[in-house]
């Protein structure tokens, strides 16, 4: 027997229903108030501590303020005390830089250098086309001043600094070049005009008779384009694998990785990110365009960012095998985000998931095959001297290569023959 609610009990009913909505409306209210006001007041606290520091120092302070610096240090400083170990704060000239950096270009001398036991500079490479080139400089000369400065008096961080400037600008390099043949090592003094050059970020050869051996460095805005052109030339040489060297690749342009994967898999989606309130976007996809070719990637506790993920794609997608030593683990999504002076900061804002959308953040990329190289053999590698057939890593590679189905023809250990296809820088370049 159904009943009936009487008009009085029905508004009386509407009145409470509304009135407990009312109610709890105006809590979550409050509480977003008290939140925001926390907030508030907060904020108002560190300008009130910053302004009092201010006050003190213009009051007291004996020397003379250089208002842009302490702008740009008042910046810094925020930026790294939000505790995100990868946020930070560009200047405008550092952010020009990075600019012409990402896209695969640079204005300064154009040496890739290491600090040798000494303190100095030592040039391992030195970049095609660059102001060091055409001013006679070579890998194995060791810069050992700068401007009549010495190098040992600065910090290897100031030292590289330098070596950039405005296109035009001359730099005096004091340079100490090793003794070739029956010469002996002298000291020479080399003026150097820097001007803008193209960073070559990628290099090939073809390893033991047919194993097409392709290094990046970095992920760039140009890298997909080199890594074409050669992958070209090895596809012409009928190579019956892939060995990519990820080792002491320094990350980059999550874009150019991705395009460059697009190459290698089948139709997915090879990036997506995961966002703070937890949504997960699609970042990148391949198309159905992938070469049949098995494939080996190396990597080691030096290869971040764009380059994990690129191994962790290949492995997860079972077109290849990863083989070294596993990865960091830095699996953020960076913002750059300019400011109104024309500098910009840098912050984490999402986490980007693999293939099969896993996180790589602070847990790395695990190898399928775990080799490890000695001290000896790090510098060398470091260096760019390492030679395959000491190289245990790439010995690996060959391995996992085989056990795709690769017709490997000369056997490692044996003296490679080793035909060059195109040259590469590393990442420390000036």
Sequence with gaps: MSRKISLGAGITLAAVTAAVTVSLTYVYAMNSFNDKMADINERQSMYAKLSEIDQKVRQDYVGVLDETKL?????????????????????????????SGSQGKSTGVGVLTVQDDDGNM?????????????SGLKKGDVIVSMDDKEIIRLTYGEALNRLNGAAGSVVKLGVLRPAEDEEEARTLSVSVTRAEYTHKSISSSVLYGNVG???????????????????????????????????NNS??????????LDRLLPACTTVSSKNKDGTVQA???????????????????????????????????????VVGRNTPGYGRKIEVAPLSDGSAISFSVAEYLTLKGKSFDGTGV???????LSEEQMALLKRNDLA???????TAAIAAL?????????????????????GEESETQE
Excluded: H, W
Aim: proline share 4%; charged share 20%.
């Design 366 to 372: 695990s190898v399928n095959i775990e080799t490890s």
């Design 122 to 134: 030592e040039i391992i490479d030195v970049m095609p086309g660059s102001p060091a080139e055409l």
């Design 388 to 394: 395959p057939e000491e190289d245990a890593q790439i």
């Design 283 to 321: 970042e990148y996809t391949s198309k159905a365009n992938e070469i049949e070719l098995p494939v080996a990637v190396l990597v080691n506790e030096s290869s971040f960012g764009a380059a994990e993920l690129f191994a962790a794609d290949i492995q997860e997608s079972q077109k290849g095998m």
């Design 71 to 99: 702008s740009d240090a008042i910046c810094a400083g925020y930026m790294a005390g939000i505790g995100d170990a990868q946020a930070q704060y560009l200047s405008a000239e550092k952010y020009q830089e990075y600019q």
């Design 213 to 247: 051996y392709l290094r990046i460095s970095a992920f760039r805005e140009n890298s997909a384009g080199q890594f074409e052109e050669a992958l070209s030339a090895l596809l012409q040489q009928n190579v019956a694998g892939l060995v990519i060297d990820l080792r």
């Design 251 to 260: 990350g980059g342009d999550m874009a150019a990785a991705a395009e460059i």
């Design 402 to 422: 085989r056990s795709q189905g690769a017709a490997v023809q000369e056997e490692p250990g044996a003296a490679s023959s080793e035909a060059p296809v195109s």
